[in-house]
């Protein structure tokens, strides 16, 4: 079936410093991509999104790009600050109609002053 | 605009007893789903409703767990007898019209605890 891996955490980096949370997928047929980001005592929210091969998504200074060839989505952004501190998930959502969403297992990120 | 609605945010039980929770979803959204996370996780479907069928609930145990949309809008997540096992947080989603992608809208979740 379909599966999402990411870069085991925790990941701890200094304001400002570049970040990348690693994506790879498994899926039949050209799933949709979306990074969803839960803060601290909050619900997921939708961070950004990818619907086909070349696609960037971005938002919040935030970037992926769907890379079909090596099946990665991966999440970075060039300089993080202490509010960029959550839970960071990667996912997928076949097109078959179904809607649902696979996800991974999560990236706690700790941004330090 | 309200998001989606869970209650309660937290329930701790002894093991046996049944619980269930509650959604709200935002106004308007035909879908609604249940998902069950476990710590250190990413959350897992358990069931999806369009209106008020159950479209996908493979994922759902039936032995013990049961769930229902009334009138297409709120839904009820139960568990009966609860089991260790079922410690995890339980979050209610929601999308609109259905079509090839609609962003799903996540409630804070019930955090279960099983003693």
């Known amino acids: 079936g379909d599966s999402v891996t990411q870069m085991e955490g925790p990941v701890t980096l200094s304001e400002e410093a570049f970040l990348t949370i690693n994506c790879t997928y498994t899926?039949?047929?050209?799933?949709?991509l979306f990074w969803y980001v839960q803060y601290p005592g909050e619900g997921l929210q939708l961070l950004l999104k990818?619907?086909?091969?070349?696609d960037k998504g971005s938002n919040k200074g935030f970037e992926a790009t769907y890379r079909k060839e090596t099946t990665s989505f991966h999440l970075e952004k060039g300089s993080v600050q202490v509010s960029d501190s959550a839970v960071y998930f990667c996912?997928?959502?076949?097109?078959?109609?179904?809607?649902?969403?696979?996800f991974g297992q999560g990236t706690r990120l700790t941004i330090n002053p | 605009e309200a998001g989606v609605v869970q209650s309660p945010r937290y329930k701790i039980i002894e093991k046996k007893q049944p619980v269930a929770f509650w959604c709200n979803p935002i106004?308007?959204?035909?879908?609604l789903y249940w998902y069950l996370q476990n710590l250190g996780q990413g959350p897992e479907l358990l069931i999806r409703?369009?209106?008020?069928?159950?479209?996908?609930d493979s994922q759902l145990p039936k032995d013990r767990f049961s769930a229902e949309r009334l009138k297409g809008v709120d839904s009820t997540l139960k568990i009966q007898p609860a089991e260790l096992g079922d410690s995890a947080v339980y979050l209610c989603?929601?999308?609109?019209?259905?079509?090839?992608?609609?962003?799903?809208?996540f409630g804070p979740g019930t955090r279960l605890t099983v003693l």
């Open positions: 989603a929601s999308s609109g019209t259905s079509g090839r992608y609609n962003e799903q809208f």
């Open positions: 106004s308007g959204h035909n879908t």
């Open positions: 990818a619907t086909k091969a070349d």
């Open positions: 899926a039949t047929g050209y799933p949709s």
């Open positions: 409703y369009e209106n008020e069928e159950a479209v996908d």
């Open positions: 996912a997928l959502s076949d097109l078959q109609g179904a809607q649902k969403l696979v």
